[in-house]
Each structure stands twice: as C-alpha cells, then as structure tokens.
C-alpha cells in the first residue's frame, strides 16, 4: 500500500545533548500546531550509537500525546550477515532489540564512500525484509550518468537488482519503500526539479508493475536537498509519496514544516 512517509536521515549528526534538544523541540512544534498526522509516517533514522536514546525519547513522546503518535525508528544500514566475524556490522536481531522498525539501505554515500554495490544492497534488503523489518531502498543516478542521458538505465538496474532478489518475499509491497535521490542532488542545495524527480518516480512505479500489479503500490520517495520552501511542490507530483530528509531534518523546526508539507 502507497504510504506518506517522511523520513530523517541524521547520518553522522547528533550527540545526547543534541537528540534530546531536537526531541523536546519537535514535541513543543507538535503541540502547538495541534495537526493530525495520522496520515503520514514519520521515521528518523539516527546514528546507530544513538538507537537507544531515540527509542526512549520516541515512546516518552508517545505517552505525551496519549499513545496516538508514534515516530518509527530506522537504522542507516544493516549487515547481509546474521552474526560473526563482520567487524563493525550490526545484524538484524540486534536492531530489533531496540524495537527498529525500518532500515535504510542502498544510501548512495555508502556506494560510493563504502563501495557497495547492486548485490549487495539487494542481499542486505532481502535479509532485513525476510526479518520482518521494512526497508528503504534508495536508488539514484550520478550528474555524469543523468547528463549522459543515463539516468532510467542506472535507477532501472538499481531497482531490477532489488526486485529480482525480493520478489518473493511475503507483502514486499508494503515492506519495501524505493527512496529516489539524483546523488547531485544529495546535499548540495540544488533539489531535482518537480517535474524531473516525477519523470522518474513514474517510470520507476511503471516498471514495478511490470514485475508483479501489486508492485504498483510500493511507495516511492524522493530525496536530495529537500528543503520546507521546496517541499509541498515535490509531494504534491502524482508518484512522489513523500520524502528522504537529510540536512533539512536536523532542524526540528524545518523537519516539522517538511512534515507539514506533507499533510
Ligand atoms: P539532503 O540529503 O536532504 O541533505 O540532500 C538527503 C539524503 O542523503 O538522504
């Protein structure tokens, strides 16, 4: 099923102190707006170390607005491996002592800063999906590739990859989220335009549909330079079911408008 989400990647940000300060602001924004936001799923996926701490300060918001909000919390990346000798990896049973409920995977900084590729992102999904935790996929073209004329051929092998892997796997529709972020676009302040990031948000939905109907329904965000001023117009486009937020989300005030704009 097609689902509103924003989402939050911290990356390498944040400390206790700056956690629990974003926490108690976005709770001051969320009760002063007085918005009902059961319509969109909001997720932060913040630095493993901190997993903790924001499972505890998502439930302290939770019993604050009488069990009726609930941030969902991600992870950046996640192990293909169950446990071993994988140094520095975290597995999904760990993550799910912490009560994650999404990772991320595939962020093009980890292509290309930790040289990741295809398989890999699509053997890291399959493992996490087949663990009962959702994931997001996120694909995207470099400015050489989209300048080249490129771009459906690099986010198409992406994707293929992925499917062909975790096609089989139980409600893949409603586990799996694409995120589509054009890596010139990944925090540099320049956002893919409406019109451009809809242009592949709908081949890509097409192309899923190809694979199976129901693939029609995996939701599909955009990310790179998503800002409060730019938002509204990218969410409103036909296949652009929300956001992936990464600088714009450490300011709680501009991730609440973001949110907002999603409304
Ligand atoms: P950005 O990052 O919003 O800072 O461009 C998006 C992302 O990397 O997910």
Same mark, same amino acid.
């Given at each position: 099923m097609r689902k509103n989400i924003i989402a939050a990647n911290w990356k390498m940000n944040g400390s206790l102190d700056f956690n629990n300060n974003w926490f108690e602001e976005f709770y001051n924004l969320l009760k002063n707006n007085n918005k009902d936001f059961n319509n969109i799923e909001i997720i932060i996926a913040p630095?493993?170390?901190?997993? =903790?701490?924001? +499972?505890?300060?998502? #439930?302290?918001?939770?019993?604050?607005?009488?069990? !009726?909000?609930?941030?969902?919390?991600?992870?950046?990346?996640?192990? =293909?491996?169950? +446990?071993?000798?994988? #140094?520095?990896?975290?597995?999904?049973?760990?993550? !799910?002592?912490?009560?994650?409920?999404?990772?991320?995977?595939?962020?093009?900084e980890r292509r290309s800063l930790n040289n990741e590729n295809n398989f890999e992102v699509a053997r890291k999904t399959r493992k996490a999906l087949e663990n009962n935790l959702k994931v997001i996929a996120c694909i995207g073209e470099t400015l050489e590739q989209r300048e080249n004329n490129q771009t459906k051929i690099i986010v198409g092998e992406q994707l293929d990859s992925i499917i062909e892997l975790c096609s089989d796997v139980n409600n893949l529709s409603s586990n799996l989220v694409?995120?589509?972020?054009?890596?010139?676009?990944i925090g540099t302040g320049v956002n893919a335009s409406p019109e451009q990031a809809q242009e592949v948000h709908s081949f890509l939905r097409e192309k899923l549909a190809k694979y199976n109907k129901e693939f029609n329904n995996?939701?599909?965000?955009?990310?790179?330079?998503?800002?409060?001023?730019?938002?509204k117009?990218?969410?409103n486009q036909q296949d652009i079911d929300g956001g992936l937020i990464g600088g714009a989300s450490l300011n709680a005030k501009s991730f609440m408008e973001i949110c907002l704009a999603a409304l």
């Open positions: 630095s493993f170390l901190y997993i =903790e701490q924001i +499972n505890n300060l998502r #439930t302290y918001l939770f019993n604050k607005f009488d069990n !009726k909000f609930k941030i969902k919390l991600a992870t950046q990346d996640i192990s =293909e491996y169950e +446990n071993g000798a994988y #140094t520095g990896q975290v597995s999904v049973s760990m993550v !799910k002592d912490f009560d994650v409920d999404y990772v991320i995977v595939g962020h093009s694409i995120a589509y972020e054009p890596v010139w676009a995996i939701t599909i965000l955009y990310g790179g330079s998503v800002k409060p001023n730019n938002a117009e990218l969410f």
